[in-house]
């Protein structure tokens, strides 16, 4: 005897031919006009997912969203009774399918809210959440009402292990997700309270503290009380050394409007960074402003024919004024030269007009190795540095060599100290 569609689906279903039974069971709603019971209805759901095809996926989420009496029981049962035995199955589906097809996460995230009180699941949230927060195209209003059913104290504050790497537990990463969201819908205050609740975790066992103090640097900053902001993003720059976070300190200087400092800081950045200049364009931007504002005209010329030459290069778009300044002709062959030249020329200047604490002293050793040296002072007294507050190449750096310093105090992790160290070393 001939075997109907969803037998024949069923007999496929068992022998793992997930795309074969997917195709008999659709045969089976639109020819035989079956209908879904809740148990059949997650059967259906799981073979789409299982098939591995996004069409099968597709056509299940169309037939999932506003459950009707077209394909399912409705005389023997309740929507509810649906919800409730496919919630799981359901709820990864829409994840696969978020996953794959970014442009309608909204449309997949309102179905997520609408199931998601059905089955609780954490690790589904977890995974969902990590999705959803790198998505930039998913509505906010949508995600905040997500964002307000987790709480990342449930989850597991043990550290990760990938690929022999360390990662962050579930309960810190998921914890700074919520919080950097909630920081860009400029609820600050609850932002702010979970990164506090954050950095409660031991030290060792952290490790997203430099993102976290970071982040409450702009938190502040929004808020516009710049001695935290500054406090916390110094806090930051003691753990992690990091262009970008020179970059910002120098910003929160500038709109301070303490210039010197912000040169100080931009200075910096430019320096200790080694990428291309497309990850420079904004610090170049403030650098220029900075620079305008003191007259230092050749250095505006420098960075105006940089910036000119990297956005045409690589067909971004030419504002009017950078179109209309003056410029040098810059072209592949000179680039590097004049790239050269421009951050030496921001070292001189760095050096006479933005380290007013500055104490000159010598090298007297650098061990390469082990990343560290020390300068000797006028009296005689040798000061701690570390390799990464040199702003010049180590090999010029012999012992002798005579440069500038200022002592910082910053906290040794090793130690579990505060202790004096050369925040940079320069030579003269």
């Known amino acids: 005897m001939d075997l109907n569609y969803r037998e024949k689906g069923d007999k496929l279903y068992e022998e793992g031919r997930f795309s074969e039974a997917y195709e008999e069971y659709k045969q ?44 399912f029981d409705l005389e023997n049962y309740g929507i ?55 998505n930039q195209a998913v509505n906010k209003k949508l995600l905040k009402e997500f964002v307000d059913k987790l709480d990342y104290r449930e989850y ?31 609820e600050y205050d609850k932002a702010d309270s979970i990164c506090e609740d954050l950095l409660e975790l031991p030290y060792r066992e952290s490790k997203y ?35 970008f976070l020179y970059h910002q300190l120098g910003r929160i200087h500038l709109e301070m409007g303490n210039a010197e400092l912000a040169g100080k800081y931009f200075s910096f950045a430019l320096v200790k960074n080694r990428q291309n200049l497309g ?25 105006d024919s940089l910036l000119y030459y990297e ?24 680039f590097q030269k004049h790239y050269r030249d421009f951050r030496k020329e921001v070292k001189e200047i760095l050096k006479k007009k933005f ?33 990464n507050s040199l702003l010049d190449d180590p090999r010029d750096l012999t012992p002798g060599v005579r440069v500038y310093f200022e002592l910082k105090e910053r906290f040794n992790p090793k130690k579990g100290i505060q202790e004096n160290t050369c925040e940079y070393v320069i030579k003269i």
């Open 156 to 186: 597991s504050k043990e550290l990760q292990n990938q690929d022999g790497k360390t990662l962050a537990s579930e309960h810190e990463q998921l914890g700074y997700g919520m919080a950097k969201f909630y920081f860009e819908i400029e």
């Open 28 to 71: 089976m709603l639109h020819e035989e006009g079956v209908k879904l019971t809740p148990r059949f209805n997650n059967r259906l759901l799981a073979c789409a997912r299982k098939s591995k095809k996004l069409e099968n996926r597709f056509h299940a989420f169309d037939l999932m969203v506003g459950i009707s009496e077209e394909h």
């Open 80 to 134: 509810e009774d649906f919800k409730n035995e496919n919630a799981l199955t359901y709820l990864w589906l829409l994840y696969d399918l978020i996953k794959e097809d970014g442009f309608s996460a909204n449309l997949y995230l309102n179905e997520v809210l609408s199931y998601l009180d059905c089955f609780r699941d954490k690790k589904y949230c977890y995974f969902l959440a990590k999705l959803l927060f790198k």
């Open 355 to 387: 380290l007013p604490s500055k104490k000159e002293g010598i090298i007297k050793n650098i061990n390469g190795e082990k990343r560290f040296g020390f300068v000797e002072d006028g009296t005689g007294k040798t000061h701690h540095f570390s390799t």
């Open 279 to 303: 990850f420079l364009n904004k610090l170049l931007s403030d650098m220029r402003e900075l620079y305008s504002e003191i007259g230092a005209g050749e250095l505006v010329l420098l960075i």
């Open 209 to 243: 503290r430099p993102f976290i103090l970071n982040l409450q640097s702009e938190i502040n900053l929004a808020k516009k009380d710049y001695k935290k902001a500054l406090e916390k993003k110094n806090a930051a720059l003691e753990i992690k050394e990091d262009w």
């Open 311 to 334: 956005r045409k290069k690589n067909n971004w778009s030419v504002s009017p004024e950078l179109e209309s300044a003056e410029k040098l002709q810059i072209t592949r062959e000179n």
